[in-house]
């Protein structure tokens, strides 16, 4: 049968016609006029000067990070600044989850894990994490451990929210269902709660990474003499709008690839996700 129907699914793929119409609702097509409209857009804005001097020209932009690859900033490349950032982040990311997300479980599975963590979490929880940033300087110093803190802050409220409401939030009748079955708590606990909330896991992890960029880059700006907010900082002290403009390029690029990186884990780890087509 397998065979049959992969022959079946070939013989489609080989009937559809080559045409102007089938090219324009392609979507890797419309990815790449998207991309180069918003460069084009981008261009034309810069050369009105429509920002004053403040915006500058895709080449120059480009030219700047060429620059800044060979020629070093505060003793470090370009590479260099990346991995300063990306090391802050994946410390403060990595302690965070590692802490969240079995107490969020833990919150959701066990009642008085919940009533002792739960007032203390909601008391913290609304307070900005960029907040933190001085205190966090005066007890830690302007050193790695004040801007790890930051990130640890930033990103763990997310990870234990989306932990806690994916167990909370799991359907009572998969429960009854393992409990017919002859299953026990444990068995609910692994073979439904777990694989049931490992997508809200994984979602919470992704919010986690883009707020773990916004701490890193508000802890550099502040006090940091290398990553990608210090070259932010250095281009507007020193009134180079593409060394700010590229600072921000590099942080989409290497966020994105992150992120990517996380969602290929989740499709690992959750085989069963349904995945719906951006067709």
């Not at 403040?54 to 505060?74: H, I, N, S």
């Not at 990870?159 to 429960?175: I, K, M, S, W």
């Amino acid at each position: 049968m397998s065979d049959i129907a992969n022959e079946v699914r070939k013989q489609v793929r080989e009937e559809r016609s080559f045409t102007v119409g089938s090219v324009l609702k392609n979507r890797w097509f419309l990815h790449i006029v998207s991309v180069a409209v918003f460069f084009l857009i981008w261009d034309k804005v810069a050369i009105a000067k429509a920002f004053s001097s403040g915006l500058p020209r895709p080449y120059e932009v480009m030219q700047q990070l060429w620059l800044m690859m060979f020629d070093p900033l505060a003793g470090k490349t370009l590479f260099g600044h990346v991995w300063a950032s990306t090391q802050r982040i994946l410390i403060g990311f990595a302690l965070a989850s590692v802490i969240a997300v079995p107490l969020g479980l833990l919150m959701a599975l066990n009642r008085y894990v919940n009533a002792v963590v739960k007032p203390i979490f909601d008391l913290l929880k609304p307070m900005p994490p960029i907040a933190w940033i001085s205190i966090a300087i005066l007890w830690f110093g302007i050193g790695e451990t004040s801007k790890v803190f930051i990130i640890v802050l930033g990103t763990f409220v997310p990870c234990l929210l989306n932990a806690y409401n994916g167990v909370r939030l799991v359907e009572p009748e998969l429960y009854d269902v393992v409990r017919m079955l002859g299953g026990n708590r444990r068995d609910e606990i692994i073979q439904v709660c777990f694989p049931a909330a490992f997508p809200a896991i994984f979602a919470g992890l992704q919010i986690s990474l883009s707020i773990a960029w916004t701490c890193v880059l508000a802890a550099e700006l502040v006090s940091a003499r290398s990553g990608l907010g210090f070259i932010i900082i250095l281009g507007m002290n020193l009134s180079r709008p593409a060394m700010i403009v590229g600072g921000m390029v590099i942080i989409a690029i290497v966020a994105w690839g992150m992120s990517q990186l996380v969602s290929g884990l989740e499709r690992f780890v959750c085989p069963w996700k349904r995945q719906i087509d951006g067709r």
